[in-house]
């Protein structure tokens, strides 16, 4: 799948958090996220709730979860959830971090175990008749490093890396890629990038399996997606846009 499933457009963020209201008008959301930022100023604080920050939302927070699980929404997260406490962002149905640390990287890069599960939350929900809210919190493109790469772009791509059934790797060269304008032309810059938009192709076909499992599901024409990033890319003066 080379197309890119989601055209958005984009505007620099001035401020340092965010406000997002979503009137709700159809059955069911499926939210796509590179993870949940919900509550974190940009680079102010700098702090996520893992073993290094312990940062965590006010008691009396009341998450997009929350409301919705209150207003009868079978709601499910899979992948990244980098927030808490859980009874601030509580969901009916949960694959993250905090239910099997030792899956964190397959809930949030294997793109068909995220399908499989989401398969198995919708099948959850047949014989239920309330909308859903669904969470999808994929780590690709974050940086990663180690043995797998600057961006984790070689794990699962085959070998001693092992198989992501799903996925069909897309690599790229330095000259093809486009720089931008305030991250220096070098050739490790251009190498980086590379290794990036291996990893954004994993993400990329990850939506689209997910689209294709919602047609499956008859429930893509009464579906909102929204899909978001909590910053930019890795580089000088991106990762707050």
Request: net charge negative; hydrophobic share 35%; proline share 6%.
């Amino acid at each position: 799948m080379k197309e890119l499933y989601l055209e958005l457009g984009g505007k620099e963020i001035q401020r340092q958090y965010i406000i997002i209201i979503i009137i709700i008008i159809i059955n069911t959301i499926i939210i796509i996220s590179i993870s949940i930022i919900i509550n974190i100023f940009c680079r102010l604080v700098d702090g996520l709730e893992h073993g290094t920050h312990h940062f965590r939302s006010f008691d009396d927070v009341r998450s997009l979860s929350m409301i919705l699980g209150k207003a009868g929404y079978r709601t499910g997260i899979i992948g990244k959830k980098h927030v808490a406490p859980d009874y601030v962002y509580p969901f009916d149905y949960s694959k993250t971090e905090f239910d099997d640390p030792g899956m964190s990287m397959q809930f949030g890069r294997n793109i068909t175990l995220i399908k499989e599960l989401t398969e198995e939350f919708l099948d959850g929900c047949k014989n239920d008749s309330s909308p859903i809210f669904l969470y999808i919190g994929f780590r690709d493109p974050h940086r990663c490093g180690g043995p797998h790469g600057a961006f984790c772009e070689v794990w699962g791509s085959g070998g001693e890396h092992g198989v992501i059934p799903d996925w069909k790797p897309q690599y790229y060269k330095p000259e093809e890629v486009k720089v931008p304008y305030n991250v220096p032309d070098t050739p490790a810059a251009r190498d980086d990038l590379t290794k990036q938009y291996t990893s954004i192709s994993r993400l990329d076909q990850g939506i689209g399996l997910l689209v294709e499992l919602f047609k499956k599901h008859g429930l893509i024409n009464d579906t909102l997606i929204v899909y978001f990033s909590d910053n930019g890319i890795p580089f000088p003066g991106e990762t707050c846009f």
